[in-house]
């Protein structure tokens, strides 16, 4: 059974207490930053500031516009990224939290910017510098933009891929697999089937992009536990952080188990399986 | 007394051979290509800023005092391989296609210049693929000779493209001084091409403009008389245009905050200025530091900017960074009468 | 088109100037070099088992391509959604006798997430990246990376460590507590790297002419804009002014690659786009690069090697119908159709059935006969479902590497269990060594 197949379909939703006090508009369209919302808006500014990266990322401007020259997002979006290195440059807490609602998320980090800037800005990584920092301050607007990632994200968190064949259905993601060819059914067999047909069989799963093994779940796993990943993601949404270590003590367990079993038919085992967490 | 060697033959160095022959000197004016005149000759400059005069008219006369004076001993396709320092000046060794002789001078005018920028180094524009993305030292010529055509078919453009600062003030080519005369140069093209052929329209795209000085001036009357037109902002890449027939240069306008694209028959490249091969050379001859771009560096940039700092040795032109030629003639004047007081003393 | 003594100067001109100016673009193998005489990190080095081949990078540096004892680093999107991607590449490797290991012990990259949600960092992306270049090293293969995402983002991650202390005790602390030691492989090689190293062998076995095909590239942003200096150029493919691969192996088999307008915009994956703003993804790929490949270039096919351009382009495309605009160019990765030039089957290891856009037409084009595989292809399915063992290029694993990493040098019983046992279609050297 998959992993992903038992979660609901989740979309983080707003708590009671934000339901009760939905963001207000001035005439203008734009949304008036509550009090709360401005303290939140100077601690972000204060550590996007001190942040090692943003000396190194940002270094001045030229204005010149070769950044936006190349940029996918500043055709379809109300965005470019010299306005983003301009903000991250000379922009205040007012102005970092603006950014920060949504247009920090149309970027889609080609690094297009990067190459062409000819400043030697790394503007691409700013971007994402603000966007962790959107995550670690469980900003509303960041909750709604990554609600659709709850599948992925837990496929992500305990096996390390991000898309499954899975996921690749009539009722989601239609068009990308073979049904958007119409007259071929050659899915009639199933998903395992088809996955059973890829000549290696490290690819025959369905649940994740290939086959991981419990140990390499579980020392990825250690990482995002000690590299503060998993602290950012509970920021964001606890429900689904506790989740993922359910899931990781049942893989855990699993381990032990064939660790158990594996001893008693393997003599000279030695190296990280015997030392793994042990 | 030595003669005093003069090192490169474009307008600064014919400047300071000139000046030595007035001061009565004798000049040893070495020249690695085979004519005398520097860059704008090369690349057959056509009206030269400030006042728009041809290129003639402003080297004809410099190299008619150099040509007709017995003074000034003239090497061409010839290059410097080897210096050492005596106790009074330097003897130093000259080298042609079948020929090495030594020579001893007393004293030293470096006028070894600069060379235009290999656009080729910028890819995203696509000069030496696409071929009628030229570099600006070559519409020069085109202009000179007056046929603006484009090299692909040989047809007239009907829109052309300045993009400035190729080579220049970009990290991502490694150099990020200012060239100094790429807007004025383009500009005055753009206002040469609209005076001949009011029928093409000439576009500027410019990230700042700077004219300096009474240039600014030639800005302005470019866009009052003859139509020029500027958009604020860079092209960032060049690409074949649907169909293949013209170029697409895409950029941002940066005033009105929003992407560009226009399709233009010819795009012109306003190429940056680098150290000369031969300023390159002279640095490690006569062991002199140079800065970080590469250009030789005066002791004193600001109260005696043609002294090298090491006896003997001076500085004229383009050598310690970009110039224009009035600036560079005027240094060769300030290096000659330097030199000539050395090799007296 | 420049001569190659003239291309070699504007690039080391290119390089010297930037290294000139202060822009941190020292080579990071020589700093590689100097941590591991202090003990800080491994190298894993090529070796000549690995039988490398030189190429050229855009500053002018010699890039060794390991072309044998690899380690395949399968990339997250490929393998979930257009499996022909990987297959192509191992049965090019069993065709040319290299050996690898394709293995559950690997982790992706995880940067499409960092990318997408930014619910990571730095140091985690770089002891993800650690913990994998370890797993290679101690099998004493090679990483090949199969992605152009993880191929920028292992190249990033590797300067990181290299160039910040911090970041590099962190992640050293982290990989110890696992068994694990730091280690950056010498190169960091991208799969595309492999074929334009391997374009004498792979042109030596073709069998299909794909002359008069038009192919129209997608350079992957992650291959060449993130960590420039090192991506592969030849001056024989665009003067050495675009990257060499993938289009280098297109035009050496023949086919034409054709210049278009939109050449160097990104495909519209967005990491984060192409999962929750399809219209944006959608919109773009269809907009700046299906359209302009179809009516400027008249291209037969659009070629890529990263996964989330082939999977933009090619799953984007569907909606166009809906827009008068049902172009359903098909979109492959360099492996696939070099595969397909070589004679692979289209079906069994091209997979080509898991892509939106048909590539039927293309095989027609290009001589090979594709409704006979694809009755075979239907007869195999058919019998997977009854039960038979399924085709592998290599043997499969035993069951003990379900749950274990097993080791280098680890003594195996010889009844260990294995899984169900499968017919080998592996020939040359290719598949597990051990």
Not at chain 2, 135 to 158: Q, T, W, Y
Not at chain 3, 10 to 29: I, Y
Not at chain 3, 241 to 260: C, E, F, K
Not at chain 3, 415 to 434: D, K, L, S
Request: some cysteine; charged content about 25%; proline content about 6%.
């Amino acid at each position: 059974m998959s992993i992903v197949a038992h979660l609901p379909r989740r979309v983080l939703s707003l708590t009671e207490e934000e339901a009760a006090s939905p963001p207000v508009m001035e005439l203008t369209g734009r949304r008036r930053a509550t009090s709360e919302e401005r303290t939140v808006a100077e601690t972000i500014y204060a550590e996007f500031r001190a942040d090692p990266r943003h000396r190194e990322f940002v270094l001045g401007c030229l204005n010149c516009g070769e950044c936006t020259t190349g940029c996918p997002a500043a055709r379809f979006y109300d965005f470019s990224p010299r306005e983003m290195l301009q903000i991250a440059q000379n922009g205040d807490a007012t102005t970092l939290w603006d950014a920060m609602q949504e247009k920090i998320w149309a970027c889609c980090q080609c690094y297009t910017c990067n190459m062409r800037c000819r400043f030697g800005n790394d503007i691409a990584g700013i971007i994402s510098v603000m966007r962790e920092l959107s995550v670690i301050h469980g900003l509303e607007s960041t909750r709604k933009v990554l609600a659709p990632f709850g599948r992925s994200l837990t496929l992500l968190m305990t096996v390390g891929t991000q898309v499954s064949s899975d996921m690749i259905q009539p009722d989601f993601f239609r068009d990308w697999g073979p049904f958007a060819t119409g007259s071929d059914k050659v899915w009639d067999v199933g998903t395992d089937v088809m996955r059973r047909a890829i000549p290696s069989d490290v690819l025959h799963t369905t649940r994740s992009s290939w086959e991981v093994s419990v140990q390499t779940s579980l020392e990825l796993f250690r990482i995002y536990e000690e590299t503060g990943v998993l602290d950012m993601l509970r920021g964001l949404d606890p429900d689904l952080t506790e989740m993922l270590v359910d899931i990781i003590e049942e893989r855990r367990e699993e381990f032990e188990e064939a660790r158990d079993r594996f001893r008693t038919e393997l003599a000279g085992m030695h190296g990280p399986v015997a030392t793994f967490m042990g | 007394m030595n003669p005093i060697l003069v090192l490169g033959g474009g307008p600064a160095g014919l400047s300071a051979a000139a000046e030595l022959a007035a001061l009565g000197a004798e000049a040893l004016l070495v020249e690695r290509e085979a004519y005398l005149g520097g860059n704008p000759k090369r690349w057959h400059y056509s009206l030269l800023a400030p006042d728009l005069r041809p290129a003639e008219e402003i080297l004809g006369p410099l190299l008619g005092r150099v040509e007709g004076s017995p003074k000034v001993e003239r090497r061409l396709s010839t290059t410097l391989t080897k210096s050492e320092r005596l106790e009074k000046g330097f003897r130093v060794t000259l080298k042609t296609a079948d020929t090495v002789e030594t020579r001893e001078v007393s004293a030293v005018v470096l006028a070894t210049g600069f060379d235009h920028f290999d656009s080729r180094r910028k890819f995203e524009y696509g000069y030496g693929r696409y071929p009628d993305v030229i570099d600006f030292k070559e519409l020069e010529g085109m202009i000179h000779d007056d046929k603006v055509v484009r090299p692909s078919d040989g047809r007239a453009p009907k829109r052309i493209a300045w993009i400035l600062c190729v080579g220049s003030r970009d990290i991502q080519v490694g150099n990020p001084w200012c060239c100094r005369l790429g807007c004025v140069v383009s500009i005055k093209q753009a206002v040469e091409i609209r005076q001949k052929h009011p029928e093409i329209d000439a576009w500027v795209y410019y990230m700042d403009i700077r004219t300096y000085g009474l240039w600014e001036d030639l800005y302005w009357k470019s866009m009052q008389e003859y139509g020029v037109k500027f958009i604020r902002g860079r092209i960032g890449q060049v690409t074949l245009a649907e169909g293949g027939a013209q170029l697409l240069a895409t950029g941002e306008d940066t005033i009105l905050s929003r992407p560009t694209e226009v399709p233009f028959d010819m795009i012109v490249l306003a190429s940056g200025m680098e150290p000369g091969t031969g300023t390159k050379e002279a640095a490690g001859l006569f062991g002199l530091p140079v800065g970080p771009e590469g250009f030789l560096t005066p002791r004193l940039s600001d109260m005696n900017p043609v002294d090298s700092g090491s006896p003997g040795v001076y500085f004229a032109g383009a050598a310690t960074g970009p110039k224009a030629i009035p600036d560079a003639v005027t240094e060769g004047m300030g290096a000659a009468l330097r030199a000539f007081q050395y090799a007296r003393e | 088109m420049l001569s190659a003594s003239e291309i070699r100067k504007v690039v080391e001109e290119r390089t010297q100037r930037q290294k000139g100016t202060g822009k941190k673009v020292v080579d990071v193998r020589e700093e590689m070099e100097h941590l591991e005489a202090k003990g800080e990190i491994i190298i894993h080095r090529i070796r000549p088992e690995n039988r490398p081949v030189s190429a050229s990078t855009l500053f002018g540096w010699t890039k060794r391509i390991p072309t044998d004892r690899l380690w395949h680093h399968k990339s997250c999107g490929q393998c979930g959604n257009i499996p022909g991607y990987p297959a192509s590449l191992l049965w090019l490797m069993n065709e040319t006798g290299r050996s690898y290991l394709n293995e559950p012990h690997q982790t992706s990259c995880t940067a499409w997430n960092y990318h997408g949600t930014a619910t990571s960092n730095p140091v985690a992306l770089a002891a993800v990246a650690a913990r994998n270049f370890h797993r290679a090293y101690e099998t004493d293969h090679f990483p090949l990376i199969h992605c152009g995402t993880s191929y920028g983002d292992y190249k990033e991650m590797r300067k990181l460590l290299v160039e910040n202390a911090t970041v590099r005790t962190k992640v050293r602390d982290v990989l110890r507590g696992m068994g694990r030691e730091l280690v950056l492989p010498e190169e960091i090689v991208h799969y595309s790297e492999w074929v334009h190293a391997m374009t004498p062998e792979l042109l030596a076995r073709q069998k299909h002419s794909v002359r008069g095909i038009v192919a129209t590239v997608h350079e992957p942003c992650h291959y060449y804009k993130m960590v420039p200096e090192d991506a592969v150029y030849d001056e024989n493919v665009y003067a050495g002014q675009r990257p060499a691969v993938p289009s280098g192996i297109l035009m050496s088999l023949g086919a034409t690659v054709a210049d278009y307008s939109t050449w160097y915009d990104c495909c519209g994956f967005g990491f984060r786009h192409i999962l929750s703003e399809r219209e944006f993804s959608r919109s773009f790929a269809n907009l700046r690069k299906i359209r302009p490949m179809v009516d400027e270039a008249h291209s037969d096919v659009a070629i890529t090697s990263d996964t989330g351009c082939v999977t933009t382009l090619d799953k984007s495309q569907w909606i166009g119908k809906a827009h008068g605009q049902p172009y359903m160019l098909p979109v492959l990765a360099d492996v696939q159709f070099a595969a397909l030039a070589l004679g692979a089957h289209p079906y069994k290891i091209a997979q080509v059935h898991w892509h939106a856009a048909s590539a039927e037409a293309l095989m027609t084009k290009m001589g090979i006969d594709w409704s006979t595989a694809k009755a075979e292809f239907r007869e195999y399915l058919k019998a997977l479902k009854n039960g038979q063992a399924p085709e592998l290029l290599h043997p499969a694993h035993p069951e003990i590497e379900t749950y274990f990493a097993v080791n280098k040098g680890q003594v195996l019983p010889e009844e260990a269990p294995a899984t169900a046992p499968a017919e080998i279609v592996a020939n040359g050297g290719g598949g597990h060594p051990r």
